[in-house]
């Protein structure tokens, strides 16, 4: 049965364990298997393809 944030936090702090660091840490988890991730950066990825990211096109650039 899934729980509620305050339950959630309720069970935390029973436990000892501080909410917000234990969110920041599920979250972490969490968000690369919703959201693809920028090959270059590991950071979530904010467009449909790589050809339209400003970070890919920067890599992409000839070194001169």
Request: glycine share 0%; charged share 30%.
């Amino acid at each position: 049965m899934a729980k509620t944030t305050d339950e959630i936090r309720e069970l935390l702090i029973e436990a000892k364990l501080y909410f917000e660091s234990v969110k920041n840490k599920a979250l972490n988890e969490y968000l690369p298997k919703i959201f693809q991730s920028c090959p270059f950066t590991n950071e979530p990825c904010t467009t449909k393809q790589c050809y339209e990211c400003k970070t890919f096109k920067n890599h992409m650039e000839p070194k001169l």
